[in-house]
């Protein structure tokens, strides 16, 4: 196991309330990923982050935001809950540009 | 900007058969490349990398070659398992100070026995 953990794995919530996704890494590394996966779109990169406070914007950002308040977590916020952010959420983590980079198990959200 | 193009799946196979794979790509720079694989119901796993023009990168049977003339790095297998049944994505990371990676839409494969 690559040491990076999701929670929760499966939530159902309504429009308009706040969602929180946690990725929680063991490794160490430096650099952290939110993405989303949907059919026919394959995986998009919401934020990221490259360090302790220091995250900055993907291609499809808008309605999200992020936190990491320290190494080992990096923390999804989805301010309003909308039925377009029903998908599967991915954490990932890596070193470097070169290294591997691991990807948590998913979250599937779904928005009613 | 950066972008990965790969075929348009699903593709159904015969176990034994030969699998390509194709997977081109647009980057400025020196980017890495890699092919992830998903599984049912699972996160993606690395299958295979290339850090470098004309690398080949290799795994459970797997391999690509980094073709930086012709913008591409196609996966192939000579024999596939019903095993191999997955999601494959094609990806790159730009290189230098830029880590974040871009991916394909993921081509859905069926191995059928």
């Known amino acids: 196991d690559a040491g990076i953990t999701q929670s929760p794995r499966h939530k159902v919530t309504e429009t308009g309330t706040p969602v929180t996704l946690r990725c929680h890494q063991t490794?160490?590394?430096?650099?952290m990923y939110w993405y989303r996966q949907d059919p026919g779109h394959g995986l998009r990169l919401i934020h990221y982050?490259?360090?302790?406070?220091?995250?900055d914007k993907g291609e499809v950002s808008d309605g999200y935001s992020v936190s990491r308040s320290k190494t080992e977590d990096f923390l999804l916020t989805l301010e309003s809950a909308t039925s377009s952010q029903t998908s599967v959420y991915f954490c990932?983590?890596?070193?470097?540009?070169?290294?591997?980079?691991?990807f948590g198990e998913g979250s599937w959200l779904t928005v009613v | 900007g950066n972008s990965v193009t790969q075929m348009e799946g699903p593709v159904t196979l015969s176990e034994e058969a030969f699998l390509t794979i194709n997977c081109t790509y647009t980057?400025?720079?020196?980017?890495?490349l890699f092919w992830y694989v998903q599984y049912p119901g699972e996160g993606l796993q690395l299958l295979l990398k290339?850090?470098?023009?004309?690398d080949k990168g290799s795994n459970k049977g797997f391999e690509a070659t980094y073709r930086k003339e012709t913008t591409s790095f196609h996966l192939e297998k000579g024999s596939v398992q019903v095993s191999d049944s997955a999601v494959y994505f094609c990806?790159?990371?730009?290189?230098?100070?830029?880590?974040?990676?871009?991916f394909g839409k993921g081509t859905l494969l069926t191995v059928n026995p």
């Open positions: 990932a983590m890596t070193e470097s540009a070169l290294d591997t980079i691991y």
């Open positions: 490794e160490n590394h430096r650099y």
């Open positions: 982050s490259y360090g302790v406070k220091d995250t």
């Open positions: 980057a400025t720079g020196y980017p890495s």
């Open positions: 290339a850090t470098k023009a004309d």
């Open positions: 990806a790159l990371t730009p290189g230098g100070s830029n880590y974040k990676l871009t």
